[in-house]
């Protein structure tokens, strides 16, 4: 950003270099102009990004790598977009699926858990997977409910395979030390509710709108 009296001290000193003279007056006009045409040219550069674009400019990116928005919102659009992006290097491995919602929703890799159901010793099936581990806050921040993450995964895996349950995690833990209260970010709330961990929970089917994925 352009100040006044840096400007005004680059000039000679045969000019008046008060704030309050008229020369002052005009160049601090002048500046207004130039650091709005600064700030543009700064939130133009930033909005090249995709997790800094707004609106019409995040549907010029999707256009780009060919990811329609659908009804999403800007913010899952984003995760949209993410994932559009690592997809195209996904080969359908759990490895690459966990790479890519890590990517998607910001993430950190081992904070998610899938297995072949396959193997699974109460309800095996042959063409599902299990989501054991999704942190719930990733989907909350991203606007994204259980059942649109399920959409999602199932695009990632290969063709005809499906998400047959999804484990929600919470940050929620109990006492460190026998019958004493804690309150921190992970255990009981306290009265403002403003700490406090937060419970799990298990995909169940809801009326969601569908995601152009």
Same mark, same amino acid.
Not at 21 to 39: C, H, P, T, Y
Not at 127 to 141: D, G, T
Not at 164 to 169: A, D, F, G, I
């Given at each position: 950003?352009?100040?006044?009296?840096?400007?005004?001290?680059?000039? #000679?000193?045969? $000019?008046?270099?008060?704030? /309050? /003279?008229?020369?002052?007056?005009? %160049?601090?006009?002048?500046?207004?102009?130039?650091?709005? $045409?600064?700030?543009? %040219?700064?939130?133009?550069?930033?909005? !090249?990004? $995709?997790? !800094?674009?707004?609106?019409?400019?995040?549907?010029?990116?999707?256009? +780009? &790598?060919?990811?329609?928005?659908?009804?999403?919102?800007?913010? &899952?659009?984003?995760?949209?977009?993410?994932?559009?992006?690592?997809?195209? +290097?996904? *080969?359908?491995?759990?490895?690459?699926?966990?790479?890519?919602?890590?990517?998607?929703?910001?993430? !950190?890799?081992?904070?998610?858990?899938?297995?072949?159901?396959?193997?699974?010793?109460?309800?095996?099936?042959?063409?599902?997977?299990? %989501?054991?581990?999704?942190?719930?806050?990733?989907? =909350? /921040?991203?606007?994204?409910? #259980?059942?649109?993450? @399920?959409?999602?995964?199932?695009?990632?895996?290969?063709?005809? @395979?499906? &998400?047959?349950?999804?484990?929600?995690?919470?940050?929620?833990?109990?006492?460190?030390?026998?019958?004493?209260?804690? &309150? *921190?970010?992970?255990?009981?709330?306290?009265?403002?509710?403003?700490?406090?961990?937060?419970?799990?929970?298990?995909? @169940?089917?809801? =009326?969601?709108?569908?995601? #152009? $994925?």
């Amino acid at each position: 950003m352009f100040k006044l009296p840096d400007v005004m001290s680059l000039l #000679p000193e045969v $000019i008046a270099k008060e704030g /309050s /003279s008229r020369f002052g007056a005009l %160049v601090e006009v002048w500046l207004k102009q130039m650091n709005d $045409i600064a700030e543009t %040219v700064r939130v133009m550069s930033e909005w !090249k990004a $995709i997790d !800094k674009a707004e609106g019409v400019t995040l549907d010029d990116i999707g256009g +780009n &790598v060919g990811q329609p928005r659908g009804q999403a919102t800007d913010e &899952v659009y984003r995760m949209l977009l993410r994932s559009k992006l690592a997809r195209m +290097n996904a *080969n359908g491995s759990l490895d690459s699926v966990i790479q890519v919602l890590a990517l998607a929703l910001q993430a !950190k890799p081992h904070e998610f858990r899938l297995t072949e159901q396959h193997s699974d010793p109460v309800e095996p099936e042959p063409a599902a997977v299990h %989501v054991s581990s999704v942190p719930y806050e990733k989907l =909350n /921040s991203a606007g994204l409910s #259980p059942a649109q993450f @399920v959409a999602l995964v199932e695009r990632l895996v290969a063709a005809g @395979v499906r &998400v047959s349950r999804v484990e929600l995690t919470g940050t929620f833990s109990l006492a460190t030390i026998v019958d004493q209260l804690e &309150v *921190n970010e992970h255990g009981l709330g306290d009265e403002a509710m403003i700490q406090g961990g937060t419970l799990g929970d298990m995909y @169940v089917p809801g =009326n969601d709108y569908d995601l #152009p $994925i």
